[in-house]
């Protein structure tokens, strides 16, 4: 089967280096597009001599649904792998409605103008792409993604009941600058300077940006590093499709960094209401993102280990019962791989595995669909073999900390 992939970022890097991997066997040919066509022709000659592997390269603005179809009905794809940006979700989606294409995102959709990450506006394409007979898998990333299908493991193997689970995002990894973002800046900053949010029995419980924290000690050498409470997309879904009392979303932050970000708030660089200068609109965020570092361009720089997994308590057999499943990736043996730094990796593996799971049956059934919804076996069987391992280990008191009765975490 063909494969478009929309997005010449560090992401679609790893997604096109892994999905060449499989060219000959469950992939038949490989597209890479993006607004930019030298970005696309770089990563072809990289993964061209990475691997001996040859893929296609093609200019589109996701933007615009005419010139997304006109691609598609060119090159005749079965699955199209979205990693461009979270505002082109629906004209992707509505290019493959158009063309009959399955679809992969990693990211739920985002109006440019309001930063709520929310699946609302992508799971009312259920009844079209179930009518049309063709499949979306939304958020075939790590969080959302791979930690979906933690989950779903956990519901499925090791508990009869879940009532928590703590999703504990590190990124222990030093690129040695003042301040960088490891991801797109525009959508890592709308993420973080927004109300932490977690799921609370029946309904959301509401913080004030980054305003709840504490220490977790991190397995394989990490050790310690300050988490905060942040909303994240997968809870949302997880709240809706498995039966969990709470669900909670953390991620690590150097005080360096939240220096940086603070300064920023205050100057109102972090913005998206656009401003106009000389008769020019602009949204300083957009701007901000312009002056700091390219993400790819992190790769070389960055050294140290991800590490990014789910806490989950519940019961099994009426005992109480307490399991963390989690991987780590090293930024630099991702590097070497693929070019891209241990975030893009995390993120573009299983973008690559997810497309997998479509492109051989494993996962397949017409309708808008979420990962925690399919069989996680055939999966993280793959994952683990396309370079992201995972460890599942019961609960220690020695390298675990979170606790849910602990009153920091508690309701506003």
Partial sequence: MKVL?????????????????????????????SRTESKCQAIAEDIRSRTGRDIHTAQVDADHVPELTRLIKDFEPSVVVNLALPYQDLTIMDACLETGVHYVDTANYEPRDNPK??????????????????????????????????????????FDRIDTIDIIDCNAGDHGLPFATNFNPEINIREIT????????????????????????????????????????????????????KIRFWMTFSESYLTHLRVLENVGMTSIEPITIDGTEIAPLEFLKAVLPDPASLGPLTKGKTCIGCLIRGEKDGKPTTHYIY????????YAETGAQAISYTTGVPAAVGTKMIIEGHWMKPGVWNMEQFDPDPFLKELAIQGLPWVETAYDPELLTIHPEQPSVGAP
């Fill in 5 to 33: 992939i929309v997005g010449a970022g560090g992401v679609g890097r790893v997604a096109a280096c892994k999905l060449a991997g499989m060219l000959g066997y469950c992939v038949s040919d490989i597209m890479l597009a």
């Fill in 327 to 334: 991987n780590t990736c090293d930024h630099q043996a991702a």
């Fill in 117 to 158: 990450f929310e699946y609302h506006w992508q799971w009312a394409y259920h009844e079209r792409f179930e009518n049309a007979g063709i499949m979306a898998l939304l958020g075939s990333g790590f969080d959302p993604g791979v930690t979906n299908t933690f989950c779903a493991h956990a519901a499925k193997h090791r």
């Fill in 194 to 245: 927004q109300p932490g949010r977690w799921w609370n029995v029946t309904d959301w419980a509401e913080v004030a940006p980054m305003s709840v924290s504490q220490s977790f000690d991190f397995p394989e050498g990490i050790g310690p590093k300050d988490i905060y409470l942040l909303y994240h997309e997968e809870m949302e879904s997880l709240s809706k499709h498995l039966d969990i009392q």
